[in-house]
């Protein structure tokens, strides 16, 4: 999207062409502003209104005529800068407009929970509005700092170059460790990259996080001693961030090198924190993330990425979740493009794989990819590992 300079009520006006064109600058500077697109669903009658009003609940939550103060309407109040007619599917209703708003980064406080909310907060609770995309100042985007690995970094971890990387994860929740930790011992045999554990295992009885974490890493170092290989333990965390944190020492101590988290489910500003202290590449999972009514490649392509996410694991098209081919590719493309000189975050397509259908993934994804299979090999039963052997070799593009 083209920046648009930021513009009062009072400078703007619905242009004969069906768009919204704004005014001049009123500040000068770019790097004070993000641009967040909003795919509201309205009549061309209401959308101004409508768009002023979201301007003013994602800045100061109050009427104009309640704030005085001349920093405040110059600088904190969100503006109206563009509004056009939408192309695609509008999210429960036909009719709908693409609308600008030009929102100060002051009101962030540069922290990653707030961001959440003055992008979307208060409007997330109307059903007539969705947050399709934002364009972020350099600096402002920098600071977050981004994944501390990415695809480079997980590739070293896991010895895997020159090709896609494999990942599994561990299931059903209800086994013991002892169980999970066999599973565990099968994949590594057979070759694959990352085992993550399922985001459902947390802290329950039946297996610990302390001791499920002890019987995994140790069936995986044992197995990598057999074959020579380098596959990688990512244990999910769970809880508030101090247990996390304590979770993130235990593992290390097993000997960890990577973690998965959910970052809508424990927080982003969680994830940004642990980032900061796990000295480990981050797996970012999307449960949750449906509910946010945020466009997927904004939501785990591109902000998970700044807020620090190393993977982002996304639902594939053509599995059991609706996203489209265009929706991953777009997933994909946020997550690993140059932005801001983040470095990029490998994408994840999951959901309903099989190993049939790794020679298309391979094909829609490219190299920097990790394909995630986890149920579908564990349905072989007594042929897991056989199983576990042909999605390696599909992805490594050899043949059994």
Not at 155 to 181: H, Y
Request: proline share 7%.
């Amino acid at each position: 999207m083209s920046p648009v300079a930021p513009a009062s009520p009072q400078d703007r006006s619905i242009a004969q062409d069906g768009g919204t064109k704004a005014g001049g600058d009123a500040d000068g500077d770019p790097g004070r502003w993000i641009d967040a697109v909003y795919r509201v669903r309205a009549g061309p009658a209401d959308i101004e209104a409508r768009a002023q009003a979201i301007a003013l609940e994602q800045s100061i939550e109050a009427p104009l005529a309640a704030v005085d103060d001349a920093r405040v309407l110059r600088e904190v109040v969100a503006r109206v800068t563009d509004i056009v007619p939408a192309t695609g599917v509008v999210p429960a209703g036909p009719q709908g407009f693409d609308v600008t708003i030009r929102i100060a980064v002051e009101t962030t406080g540069h922290e990653a929970g707030q961001l959440l909310n003055m992008l979307f907060g208060n409007t997330s609770l109307h059903d007539d509005v969705a947050l399709v995309d934002a364009t972020f100042p350099p600096a402002f985007a920098q600071a977050f700092g981004g994944p501390a690995f990415g695809i480079s970094g997980i590739r070293e971890l896991a010895g895997a170059t020159g090709r896609p990387l494999t990942c599994s994860a561990l299931k059903p929740q209800g086994l013991p460790a002892a169980a999970l930790a066999s599973i565990a011992r099968t994949f590594a045999l057979a070759g694959i990259d990352v085992i993550k554990d399922d985001h459902g295992l947390a802290d329950q009885a039946a297996a610990p996080f302390a001791q499920r974490v002890r019987a995994v890493q140790g069936a995986v170092e044992r197995a990598n001693r057999e074959t020579g290989g380098r596959t990688v333990y990512a244990p999910s965390l769970s809880g508030h961030l101090g247990s996390m944190r304590e979770q993130v020492a235990h593992a290390r101590d097993c000997g960890v090198r990577m973690f998965l988290v959910a970052p809508m489910i424990a927080g982003v500003a969680t994830l940004a924190a642990l980032v900061r202290g796990a000295n480990a590449p981050i797996i970012a999972h999307p449960a949750l993330a449906g509910a946010a009514r945020i466009a997927p490649p904004l939501l785990l392509g591109r902000l998970f990425r700044m807020f620090g996410a190393d993977a982002t694991i996304f639902p594939n098209a053509g599995g059991r979740f609706a996203y489209s081919q265009a929706t991953c590719n777009a997933i994909a493309g946020a997550a690993r493009e140059p932005w801001h000189d983040l470095a990029p975050a490998l994408p994840v397509p999951a959901g309903g794989m099989s190993v049939e259908q790794v020679p298309g993934i391979r094909a829609q994804f490219g190299v920097d990819t990790m394909l995630l299979i986890g149920g579908s090999l564990l349905a072989a039963g007594d042929r897991l590992a056989e199983r576990c052997r042909d999605f390696v070799a599909a992805v490594h593009g050899a043949t059994r």
